[in-house]
């Protein structure tokens, strides 16, 4: 008898619950969180729907919608020429199709963020992770998370700002340096509103995740969710962005495979 073939055996351990698939995306909609820039520079837009028919008179048979929204609202995709570091290479629509199956880690630093908002991984909080856990997985992607979806329900404690700004945590400058030149990963993934820092516009380089990322030809996730479900390493992650011809991003359906 011939063995069965990886995809028959894979398709085979999903209907029989072996391996779960874990949704890290956050419902997108008019409530959905967004990214507030100073008042000088351009916005993005909420998440919008404007109804064409629902089984009326304009089409009786069928119900959809025109929807209206920013490329980075919600749960989405950073492409590298998201930033101007990275403005000749890959829009969204360019990224290869096998970049967005790809394995993960998730370094859980939930802890510290609770005691500080402003936390920022650093590259010994990754060395750590790997003498515990192995190294990150060549070709995969490094997923912090830090409970932040929790307050994804409110776009007020989601962005978590005062008078100096808004307070969420992230990577240093020379852990982001570090993640996309020296690590084999080919993104970071993050529960906060933007791969950066809230802090990041006061950091040298300003937005060091997206300047050093984006142009290294390496790419973001963001406002993941159920982070907390996945195990260390061992999980593969599904990026599912729009192939937006020239886009810098899309909003994405982010799943993982977890194998019990």
């Known amino acids: 008898m011939r063995e069965p073939s990886v995809l028959a055996s894979l ?145 007020e404690e989601f962005l978590n700002a005062d008078d100096n700004g808004p307070h969420t945590p992230g990577l240093s400058p020379e852990c982001a340096r570090w993640v996309a030149e020296e690590s084999p990963v080919i993104g970071l993934g993050v529960e906060t509103v933007g791969t950066d820092a809230g802090r990041a516009h006061a950091l040298e380089p300003a937005f060091p995740c997206h300047s050093y990322l984006m142009g290294n030809d390496k790419y973001g996730l963001t406002q993941l969710q159920n982070l907390a479900l996945l195990p260390p390493t061992g999980c593969v992650l599904i990026a599912g962005p729009l192939p937006i011809v020239t886009g810098s991003g899309s909003p994405a359906r982010v799943l993982a495979l977890v194998e019990h």
Do not use: C, M
Not at 27 to 39: C, E, G, N
Not at 50 to 73: C, K, L, M, V
Not at 76 to 103: C, E, I, M, Q, Y
């Open 11 to 155: 398709v085979s351990a999903l209907r029989e619950g072996a391996i779960d698939v874990v949704d890290l995306t956050a419902p997108l909609s008019a409530a959905t969180p967004l990214i507030q820039l100073p008042s000088e520079f351009g916005q993005t837009a909420a998440f919008e729907l404007q109804e064409i028919s629902r089984y009326d008179g304009r089409g009786p048979a069928w119900y959809w919608n025109n929807f209206r929204t920013g490329e980075h609202t919600g749960t989405h995709f950073d492409a590298p020429n998201h930033w101007v570091t990275g403005k000749h290479l890959a829009d969204v629509a360019s990224v290869p199709a096998g970049r967005l199956v790809a394995p993960a880690a998730v370094l859980d630093f939930t802890a510290e963020a609770e005691r500080d908002p402003d936390f920022l991984l650093d590259v010994d909080h990754v060395k750590a992770w790997e003498a515990e856990h192995g190294p990150l997985p060549d070709g995969g992607w490094l997923l912090l998370r830090t409970g932040w979806d929790a307050r994804a329900q409110s776009q």
